[in-house]
């Protein structure tokens, strides 16, 4: 016979899975779903094995009724979060594809089976997708590791402009400065830092980034007062900025 800890999760995944605010089981439903050579069910070991899952903290709902019904209630996400995180990603520039199907089908695994047909929506992204999106992204990983780890980082920087073979900036000197945040446009991600060349905040487009490495060296405080927000709206706002990404 198996153990109560192993019967309690097969009855958690099935009522995780199985059940949602319009789709209740019994406890004859469970019964019969759940039965094997090994496990004997009966109407009292079923409610009180949810009673159990209940006091454990899951909010599983008892529809009172002639029979009972019982569903699955509150999750990690509900369904419009599950919805809106899986249009930023089918939209993403940097999501490959192939990876954004394995991500759309982890989210699925956050509601019921019902629901898990409407997380993907018929959402087309016609923005094409350059072939340098990944190495943005795992720039941008970096970056922000490099911020919660409160060190400062090395880069080199492109010259603007389009194209693979771009010049870099001083025939690629080192910039190092320390990253407060990253900011995003609507269209490309800036890299809001404290430079240590310039003594001063600097906005630089992530996609002129070359090369971003972490350092054993502490970051600076930030200003006192200092908004990466604003200071990123100010500075994309002045036609010179535009003009070098």
């Not at 402009?161 to 990253?179: D, Q, S």
Request: net charge neutral; glycine share 6%.
């Amino acid at each position: 016979m198996v153990s109560n800890k192993s019967r309690l999760l097969r009855l958690y995944r099935y009522l995780y899975m199985y059940t949602d605010d319009k789709h209740y089981t019994t406890k004859a439903e469970i019964m019969e779903t759940l039965k094997d050579d090994e496990t004997v069910y009966s109407r009292q070991t079923v409610r009180n094995d949810i009673d159990t899952l209940a006091q454990e903290g899951y909010d599983i709902e008892t529809v009172v009724s002639s029979g009972n019904y019982y569903y699955f209630r509150d999750r990690e996400f509900t369904l419009d979060e599950l919805r809106m995180i899986g249009d930023a990603v089918a939209s993403s520039r940097f999501i490959g594809k192939k990876q954004k199907s394995v991500i759309l089908g982890k989210l699925k695994q956050f509601c019921s089976k019902y629901q898990a047909q409407s997380v993907e929506r018929h959402l087309v992204c016609v923005v094409p997708q350059e072939s340098g999106d990944a190495l943005i992204c795992d720039m941008v990983n970096t970056i922000n590791d490099a911020i919660n780890q409160e060190r400062k980082i090395s880069f080199q920087l492109s010259e603007p402009g389009e194209g693979k073979r771009r010049k870099l900036v001083g025939e690629g000197e080192n910039f190092i400065c320390t990253p407060f945040d990253l900011a995003w446009d609507g269209r490309d991600y800036h890299l809001v830092c404290w430079s240590d060349k310039e003594g001063k905040p600097m906005l630089y487009p992530v996609k002129r980034i070359v090369k971003p490495v972490i350092l054993g060296e502490r970051a600076v405080e930030r200003p006192e007062g200092f908004r990466s927000e604003r200071f990123a709206m100010e500075m994309l706002s002045t036609p010179s900025t535009r003009r070098e990404q």
